[in-house]
């Protein structure tokens, strides 16, 4: 993986984090869409999800084509109590996380990148195919929390 990919992979957690900073605290459990975590919701799935990333990248490594357990964000989500997580204390899990996934990338080979995991609906993803989804995952829920922000900047007067 090139090394602009792995520096937008660093990323995600520290635009979390900035993002938090300036992010009303009384507003982190408003749901502004009922399909959608909170913005605490957010950050709890992310540091929660990128446990399931690293396992599932040293599955394609060590065990190529295997299939993984099956992630479902809503049920961690209950079981795990997102609503209730210290969201700070879940970001800095976030990049503390992410950066175990970095190490473990940075040691792959190139051709590593091409080992693949099967998903429990047949969809099969080699390391490379994953980490791209990942990234569009990241994005998804950064748009998620600054779309928060945003309302929340819109409603000032």
């Known amino acids: 993986?090139?090394?602009?990919?792995l520096h937008a992979l660093?990323?995600?957690?520290?635009?979390?984090?900035?993002v938090l900073r300036v992010f009303p605290h009384d507003r982190l459990d408003d749901r502004f869409d009922h399909d959608r975590?909170?913005?605490r919701e957010v950050v709890a799935h992310?540091?929660?999800?990128?446990?399931?990333?690293?396992?599932?990248?040293?599955?394609?490594?060590?065990t190529p084509g295997r299939e993984v357990p099956d992630y479902d964000p809503d049920a961690h989500a209950e079981t795990h109590g997102?609503?209730?997580k210290q969201v700070f204390h879940e970001a800095e899990v976030?990049?503390?996380?992410?950066?175990?996934t970095i190490e473990y990338l940075q040691q792959l080979?190139?051709?590593?990148?091409?080992?693949?995991?099967?998903?429990?609906?047949?969809?099969?993803?080699?390391?490379?195919?994953y980490m791209n989804h990942i990234l569009r995952h990241?994005?998804?829920?950064?748009?998620q929390i600054s779309l928060y922000l945003a309302t929340e900047v819109a409603t000032i007067t």
């Open 1 to 5: 993986m090139d090394d602009f990919a």
């Open 109 to 129: 080979s190139d051709a590593d990148y091409d080992k693949s995991f099967k998903r429990a609906d047949g969809r099969e993803f080699t390391i490379r195919e």
């Open 82 to 84: 997102f609503a209730n």
């Open 10 to 18: 660093q990323s995600g957690p520290r635009i979390v984090e900035r």
């Open 138 to 143: 990241d994005l998804n829920h950064l748009e």
């Open 46 to 62: 992310l540091a929660d999800y990128e446990q399931t990333v690293l396992d599932r990248v040293r599955v394609a490594n060590n």
């Open 94 to 100: 976030f990049e503390s996380r992410r950066g175990m």
């Open 37 to 39: 975590f909170t913005a």
